[in-house]
C-alpha cells in the first residue's frame, strides 16, 4: 500500500512529495525545500516515520523544483533520477536563480536517467514513466496503475496546464503529452501535480478549458 505527503514549500509554493509504502521505503520527489523551516519539517516528517529514502526523483528540473535537491542528495546519498533531456534545464539553476535575485550552487551528485516506459519499483509497488514533454523537454510524470494516481509536475494543474513560455518550452508539445500521456487513463486516476490541488483525469477532460 503506497502512501503519499505533500509539502508546499519556497516562494513559488511548488508541491514537494514523499511517496512511502508499509516497508517504510520512500521516494522523495521534487525538493523544493527553500528555507531552513522548510527542510526542518520535511526531515521531521521522514525521521518521525522513519523512512529510508531510496530514490530522489525529480518531473523536471525547473528551479523551483529543485532547490532541495542538494540537500536531499548529501542527506540521503542516494541517486537523483530524472530525464535525460532536462539535464540542461538543471544546468542553468544558477542562472535562472540570478534572475529572481538568489545565489544557487550548481548541483553535485549522482543523477541517473529516466525515459519513456522505464518501470521503478518500491518494493512492489511500480511506477510507469511517462514522458510528457512541453513545460519542459524533459518532463516526465510518474504512474501507479495499480493505485491510480499520476505525479504529474507542472503538466497539467487544476483547471489549467503548465507554462510553456520558459526556456525551451512548447505549448503544442504540451498539449499533445496531456491528450497522448495523461488523457487515456482511467478517468479517476488522481493526478498530483507541482501547484496547487490535485485533481483528476476525468475531471481534467470534462471541464479544463484548455481542451
Not at 151 to 163: A, H, K, M, P, Q
Amino acid at each position: 500500500m503506497l502512501h503519499l505527503k505533500s509539502f508546499a514549500f519556497n516562494p513559488f509554493s511548488e508541491n514537494t512529495y514523499v511517496i512511502f509504502n508499509d516497508q517504510k521505503n520512500a521516494f522523495l520527489l521534487d525538493p523544493g525545500n527553500f528555507s531552513e523551516a522548510e527542510t526542518a519539517v520535511l526531515e521531521k516528517f521522514i525521521s518521525e516515520n522513519q523512512l529510508t529514502v531510496k530514490y530522489i526523483l525529480l518531473t523536471h528540473a525547473h528551479i523551483d523544483h529543485v532547490l532541495g535537491l542538494q540537500w536531499a542528495f548529501d542527506t540521503f546519498k542516494v541517486p537523483v533520477l530524472m530525464h535525460e533531456e532536462d539535464k540542461e534545464i538543471l544546468d542553468r539553476n544558477p542562472m535562472s536563480a540570478q534572475q529572481f535575485g538568489f545565489f544557487f550552487k550548481p548541483f553535485e551528485g549522482e543523477i541517473e536517467y529516466l525515459k519513456e516506459g522505464d518501470a521503478l519499483k518500491l518494493d512492489e509497488d511500480k511506477f510507469r514513466i511517462l514522458h510528457v514533454p512541453g513545460h519542459s523537454p524533459g518532463s516526465i510524470a510518474f504512474y501507479s496503475e495499480s493505485q491510480k494516481f499520476v505525479i504529474s509536475g507542472d503538466v497539467l494543474f487544476e483547471g489549467s496546464i503548465g507554462r510553456t513560455d520558459l526556456y525551451k518550452g512548447n505549448h503544442e508539445q504540451l498539449i499533445d503529452s496531456i491528450k497522448t500521456k495523461l488523457f487515456i487513463l482511467d478517468a479517476e486516476t488522481k493526478v498530483y501535480n507541482g501547484h496547487g490541488n490535485p485533481t483528476t483525469v476525468g475531471f481534467e477532460k470534462t471541464h479544463n478549458p484548455f481542451f
